[in-house]
Structure formats: structure tokens, C-alpha cells
């Protein structure tokens, strides 16, 4: 693949884009220019390797990839969005499931996320070659970053290019290639795919890593704590990645690390998370203590022209008169149905209001919270737990007051907490890996058929590129 065969000058030429990281400008000497990037240079002191930090966060929000388009992909494949342009360049052979290996969406994302893995490995691999620059504890805390960084980015492929959920087959399926050594010609370009199973490992392995050693919080500014990763932003991927695999055992684990046992609910330890007293104010205030890890983007440096989030809600797509907006438990008492924009179609969703200065919210604590719901409601045999539904009612009554949850079995619990999720992450792309985890069909919306898990258009196709260049790849099918 030709990501992989680039010479490490070159890769390490792109972290001067790392001015993307606004919000930490203060903590940053000028980028290094582009003409005199060296090995030796890269890693040579201690404000040079903390650029190398950023030049990982700044790959992973490249709006190819989880700065914009990874998440819109992952909303429209769900039942609750139609396609009103017909724009091929826009994301409509993603909503219909008409994917091929060399489209450009499916060259894009890859490249994209290999590349965001590959700068992780990059500054890895400098960080143990210059290993007297910088206290070991700061090298560690960096190492956390970056293989945070992997892990969310090999979460994320996984789910779009691995054959098979994970709960189709215990994690038996072909996966993706785990590229864990940074990449410095082609002698590394030929990588077979390991199991589902083999790189949830793998990123679970990252992510307790990064929990070991990742600062609770970061000094100054509130934005380092939502924008750079840190304890419970380990935590918080590790309560989604179990979800994936049916280990609610673990979930709980996870998520009681950050979820007090009784309602308000919030973190007891690092960044004290909780949800924010109105909705909106997560998609308009950006840096609050709901938000766990967020990409930030500006108008200086946005995701790019067609990946941010407003345009997608906003003119490509609009909300399926028949998905979660029909649903008669989304009421108009809720603060959330208030975004929805025009009283007939096509009704357009307004959480994003601006395309390019905004922040991509990639977990927050709501999330968190209905994780753990819906793992205790998974593990009771009996009686419907009362902390599990009143996690469900605080998500539900900080948006709608006039709406209480008294589920009398466990198996309404989970479909009211499926249900909140719909409208919850409406736009964050959450949807379409809650349809996948469980390994369930993919609904038919307007004139489109229902897309069966066993079929080859439930996940998408490997790109051309990758099997033209990794002799060892081979295809979905």
C-alpha cells in the first residue's frame, strides 16, 4: 500500500500540520519546517518530541477519517437518515451499500487511519531510540497518547473493513492488518489480516497501557482534558470496545470506575465528568466535563471542504421521516427534537451548527453512563435493576423532564436504552456500531432492502490499493 512504502522523512515531514491543536497553541514552539525534518532532528529535544505528540492527534482528526467522515459514515449506513442529493462524492453509495474497492471513500478512510496508526509507531519508535531526551515518566505518558491513539484508530477500521462482527463468530473472522512497528519501506508493506479477535486484543492491550499511564488530568487549560487523552478517556474506549464483544462483566468494571453508584452520576477520580445540565451545551461550549475526547476543529484548520459534520446534517441527508424521529417516545417535549429543523421534509438536524469550527465528539459521558445501563441489564437474571434504569432516566430527563423510564423486564430495558441511544447520538455516529455489535441486520430505509450481516455489503470492501500493495491482503467476500 502505498502509505506504507513512504520513507520515514516523509512521514515525519506532515507533523508540521500539528498547529491544528489550537487549543494547546501556548504548549507549542513553531512547527519545524517541513525542509530541515530529520530523524534526528524529530526527536531531538523535549518540545520537538511534544510535537511529535501532536503530529499523532492531528493524523487521527484528518477529515477523512475521524475528523468528519468516519463518523457520518457510520450514521447514514443506520435507518435513521436519507439521502436527499444523490452526491456520490457525499457519502450516498455509503448510505446505500453500494461500496467498491476503488471508490474513493473506501481508498480515503483507509489510507487515512493507516496513517494516523502509523505516526503513533513513528513517535513509538522514536520515544525508545531517544530514550535520555525526556524523563521516562513523560516518555510514558506519551506512549499512552499515542497507543490510545492506535487503539481508537484500529477500533474504528475494524468496524468498517473486519468481515464480521466480533459476536458473529467469537472474533473468528478475518480482521484488518495490526501494523505495530512504524512503517520505513516497503519491506513492511506485506501484512496479513489478523482475527476480529486478535486485534480487539490488540487494542485492548493499548488502551490498559494508556490507562496505566496517562495523566488524570492535564494542568491549564480545560481544552487539554477533553482534546488530549487521559485516564478515564482510556476507560471510557475500554466500556465501548467490551461492548463489541459481549463482555459485560467488563463494561461494568470499566464504567463504575467512572460512574458514581447513585445518581448525579459522575467521575470520582481524574477529569470529574458528568453531563451537562442542558443538551446543547456539549455542541456549542465544546470543552465541558461531558465531553471525555473530542476532536477540535476551527475555521483555520477544519476538517476540510465536504468532510465536516453541519454539512452532512444539513444538505446531504436529512432525518427518515420513518426511523427514530417517527418514534412516538421521542417527544416534542424533548430538548433534543428542538434541533430538528423544518416542520416538513426533508427535516434536517441542527446538533452541528457550524461545518468546520466545531469539536467531533468521539465519546462522551453519556455514552459511558448507557454503556454501563445496558451491560447490568444484560447480566440480571431476575428483577430490572434500579441503578441500571435510573442511568437511563438521568440520560432521558436532562432533555425531557416530563419522560420516566419503569421498564418491568429486563429485556424493555435494553430496548428503551437502545432506543435512547438513537436519539442520544443522533449524528455521532454511534448507530451503525450499535446495529453491528449485535450482529443484526442493517434496516431497509425508504426503497432500500434490509442488509443482512452475512452478506459482503454489511461491511466494506478492502481497498484496491491495499491489494495491489500488501501481497498477503486479501478481499472481503
Not at 333 to 353: H, I, M, Q
Not at 452 to 462: D, G, L, N, R, S
Given at each position: ?245 459481549n463482555r459485560w462483566s467488563d463494561v461494568i468494571t470499566e464504567a463504575n470506575k467512572i460512574v458514581s453508584t447513585a445518581a448525579p452520576f459522575q467521575a470520582a477520580t481524574g477529569v470529574p465528568h458528568k453531563l451537562n445540565t442542558a443538551f446543547l451545551t456539549t455542541f456549542r461550549t465544546y470543552n465541558t466535563t461531558e465531553s471525555i475526547f473530542s476532536l477540535p476543529m476551527t ?60 469539536y467531533v465528539p468521539i465519546i462522551r459521558y453519556s455514552e459511558v453512563m448507557l454503556n454501563l445501563a445496558e451491560a447490568i441489564a444484560r447480566t440480571s437474571t431476575t428483577t430490572v435493576d434500579a441503578r441500571a434504569v435510573a442511568l437511563l432516566n438521568a440520560v432521558r430527563q436532562r432533555s425531557d423532564a416530563t419522560t420516566t423510564f419503569a421498564p418491568t423486564t429486563n429485556t ?66
Open positions: 500500500m502505498k502509505q506504507y512504502i513512504k520513507n520515514k522523512l516523509a512521514i515525519l515531514a506532515l507533523i508540521a500540520v500539528i498547529a491544528s491543536f489550537t487549543s494547546c497553541q501556548k504548549e507549542l514552539l513553531d512547527p519545524i519546517p517541513q525542509t530541515v525534518l530529520s530523524d534526528a532532528s524529530a526527536f531531538s529535544s523535549p518540545d520537538r518530541i511534544l510535537q511529535q505528540v501532536f503530529g499523532v492527534y492531528s493524523q487521527v482528526k484528518n477529515g477523512n477519517f475521524l475528523g468528519g467522515r468516519s463518523i457520518v459514515y457510520n450514521d447514514v449506513r443506520g435507518e435513521d437518515w436519507v439521502n436527499v442529493t444523490g452526491n456520490g462524492v457525499t457519502a450516498v453509495g455509503v448510505w446505500n451499500f453500494t461500496l467498491i474497492s476503488t471508490d474513493n471513500q473506501v481508498e480515503s478512510q483507509w489510507s487515512a487511519a493507516y496513517s494516523a496508526i502509523n505516526r503513533a509507531n513513528v513517535l513509538l519508535q522514536g520515544l525508545d531510540a531517544n530514550s535520555t531526551v525526556i524523563p521516562a515518566s513523560t516518555a510514558n505518558r506519551y506512549r499512552g497518547e499515542a497507543r490510545f491513539c492506535r487503539a481508537i484508530s484500529n477500533f474504528y477500521l475494524l468496524n468498517f473493513y473486519g468481515r464480521r462482527p466480533f459476536n458473529a463468530d467469537a472474533g473468528a473472522s478475518a480482521g484488518i492488518p495490526l501494523r505495530t512497528s512504524a512503517a520505513t519501506g516497503s519491506s513492511g508493506a506485506a501484512l496479513a489480516r489478523s482475527t476480529v479477535s486478535q486485534v480487539y486484543n490488540s487494542i485492548l492491550d493499548d488502551l490498559n497501557y494508556a490507562e496505566t499511564n496517562l495523566p488524570l488530568t492535564y494542568a491549564g487549560t480545560s481544552d487539554s482534558n477533553v482534546v488530549r487523552a487521559h485516564k478515564n478517556a482510556a476507560i471510557a474506549m475500554k466500556s465501548r470496545v467490551y461492548m463489541h464483544m475555521n483555520l484548520n477544519s476538517p476540510g471542504t465536504q468532510n465536516g459534520l453541519a454539512l452532512y446534517h444539513n444538505a446531504e441527508f436529512a432525518l427518515n421521516p420513518t426511523g427514530i424521529f417517527a418514534d412516538a417516545a421521542w417527544k416534542t417535549t424533548d430538548a433534543r427534537r428542538a434541533l430538528v429543523v423544518n416542520t416538513v421534509a426533508p427535516f434536517r438536524y441542527s446538533k452541528f451548527n457550524d461545518d468546520l469550527n466545531n424493555d430495558l435494553i430496548n428503551a436504552i437502545l432506543n435512547e441511544r438513537r436519539i442520544e447520538f443522533l449524528g455521532e455516529g454511534i448507530r451503525s456500531l450499535d446495529i453491528m455489535r449485535q450482529n443484526i441486520a442493517f434496516p431497509g430505509k425508504g426503497s432500500l432492502a434490509a442488509v443482512a450481516p452475512t452478506t459482503v455489503q454489511y461491511v466494506w470492501p478492502i481497498p484496491a490499493s491495499e491489494l495491489l500493495y500488501n501481497s498477503l491482503m486479501t478481499q472481503n467476500n
